[in-house]
């Protein structure tokens, strides 16, 4: 139900999904009406791997969390997170209120064992046409460098689970590469990665700076929420800025239209690859069960790049990874009231 | 004798400012020689409005501060900021080392009453076609909420002179525009902003994200050193990362660059809107004199840019007027060691 578009987007985006993807099975939840209405639009009523589960409420982008959280329990998100929680659902994928995202997600499915904080993971892409992986985004405004430790962490896990790199490389964004620039934060973060990279247990690259990003200088950059953030949106804001210009010059005038007409194929290729619905899809890292969560304003092209990161994380167990990550480095969690179940517990499960 | 490319870079852009401003009087800081033989090149060297003032050593961007500062005492950076102290010169334009130009500047100049620490502030572009000004962007990586708002009075004192506008609008930057959102820092600082903007002395916008500096939302953003250099790093891999996709794109193949060349007006169009050059010039703000720094990487036509703000800067007499909002709000400057002069001496002198 959520996004800029709600199911306008979102079903067309499963059902193109379901299609491409024969062992991708989708739960679709929402107000049974709404979400059948938009399934005989699409002749997809009858799909043999779709089905729809009600849920009467929804959350919206101007909810505060304790609306989302205490009162609406039967809204679409929650519903869906139930789903996850119940083992019912392999993943759940979201286009709404981030931070009600999270809440929910965090009260029903609780912190991995050695997890303080989740964050939130997305893909930017950069010039090696590949993806560079950046957390937190926003999930943590105020960081203390056991927090960027346990993302560093988290983020390895998920590289190697998605791109199928057993040993991704880690990099602390600050504003220069050497050691003694910086913050407290990443001054002290950077020891804990290091120290890591010596017992060989995460490939830290070391500093990277704002341009690292684009330049794909390693697989992995992690910075503190709010850094993120607004790293994030700034490039995006950029983004649409330099669209806004490219696409008012070029329809000036009929000379101008004629040469972008000429050069079409190279146009096409220009907004492929610079496209960034196919980076969408976000990571609501350290929670015991997988969310994803889409861009708000993605169509349904870049909602389906969402579910087809949800579909692999779930297929190549991201959650055992993160977990087993977690247990090997940090055997006593500090957030009790997170997550109840010790290190100890875990591994006991993960070997029994 | 800075930058990536010196005196190729630095001399020529100097002869075609005083060529263009007849106001212009421009002192070429480095080894005579070397200088001179520069401007021989350029048939300037007799030029009336053109002068060399010898300088032995040069900063390296690999020298550290304890060198930069300590042993070289003669090089071109400190002979240049020198002659603003002396009063020989209205402002200092440097492409060199950032770090030893603000710690000679600061050492040299001292900073003005009521300003702690000073910031670096530079022009963004935005979708408006006119500059956002950000600060703090690099010089102090740990703040509190008291530096930021002097940044703030400083960035606005900048836009009043540089612009001509006389409340210009200042945006704090934050995860979300809601006064809930944010870190500790930005919480604290926006309730010193808004207290100013209840008395009149400064007109707060509230809370701006990443995506508002190129929106043009407010003529000022003000951050931290961490958060500003890495978005604007960011923002420069970025732009580099596009023009290089379109670079290769629109060459790839006959029709391409057929296409090109007709839409050749739309392209020179697009790179002037976003040329980076037209940007260049960041404000040392916050000293006892006028230092702008340039890109080390810009050209000619950049450098001049750098050139035409320190020149307007010192016509529009910047240093009163960010004296005299610091006068204002800070009666009691907190860091003695860097200013030993009061505010109320400095009220004195203005009115002597």
Redesign the interface.
């Known amino acids: 139900m959520g996004g800029d578009h709600g199911p306008a987007v979102t079903i067309p985006a499963a059902v193109a999904f379901a299609d491409s993807e024969p062992e991708a099975e989708l739960v679709l939840v929402g107000p049974e009406a709404v979400l059948a209405a938009e399934l005989k639009k699409l002749k997809a009523d009858n799909h043999p791997r779709l089905r729809v589960v009600n849920a009467t409420e929804m959350v919206t982008m101007e909810d505060t969390l304790e609306v989302a959280l205490r009162r609406k329990r039967d809204s679409s998100m929650r519903v869906a997170i139930n789903l996850v929680k119940e083992g019912q659902a392999d993943a759940c994928v979201s286009a709404g209120n981030t931070g009600a995202l999270m809440a929910i997600s965090r009260y029903v499915l609780k912190t991995i064992p050695g997890v303080d904080r989740p964050a939130i993971c997305s893909l930017l892409?950069?010039?090696k046409d590949g993806p560079t992986y950046m957390l937190d985004l926003?999930a943590n405004?105020?960081c203390e460098p056991q927090h960027l430790h346990q993302f560093a962490l988290m983020g390895s896990a998920l590289v190697s689970a998605m791109e199928g790199k057993p040993r991704p490389t880690v990099g602390l964004?600050?504003?220069g590469e050497e050691d003694i620039?910086?913050?407290?934060l990443v001054k002290q973060t950077a020891l804990l990665l290091r120290a890591d990279h010596e017992k060989g247990t995460l490939n830290f690259y070391g500093n990277v700076?704002?341009?690292?990003?684009?330049?794909g200088t390693t697989d992995i950059v992690v910075?503190d929420?709010?850094?993120g953030?607004?790293?994030?949106?700034?490039?995006?804001?950029?983004?649409?800025?330099?669209k806004?210009?490219?696409t008012t010059?070029?329809k000036?005038?009929p000379?101008?239209?004629?040469?972008?007409?000429?050069?079409?194929?190279?146009?096409k290729?220009?907004s492929q690859?610079?496209n960034p619905s196919r980076y969408n899809g976000g990571s609501l890292l350290g929670l015991r069960g997988l969310v994803f969560k889409s861009h708000g304003g993605a169509d349904a092209y870049g909602y389906q790049w969402a579910i087809r990161r949800a579909f692999d994380a779930a297929r190549n167990d991201l959650i055992s990874r993160i977990s087993s990550k977690m247990a090997d480095f940090m055997p006593q969690p500090d957030d009790a009231a997170a997550s109840q179940m010790t290190a100890t517990e875990n591994i006991e499960q993960k070997t029994a």
């Open positions: 892409p950069n010039q926003g405004v105020d964004l600050n504003v620039k910086g913050n407290d700076e704002g341009d690292d990003i684009f330049k910075c929420g709010f850094v953030n607004v790293t994030l949106k700034a490039s995006e804001g950029l983004g649409r800025f330099v806004g210009v490219l010059e070029l000036s005038g000379l101008n239209m004629l040469g972008a007409i000429i050069a079409r194929g190279a146009l290729k220009i690859r610079l």
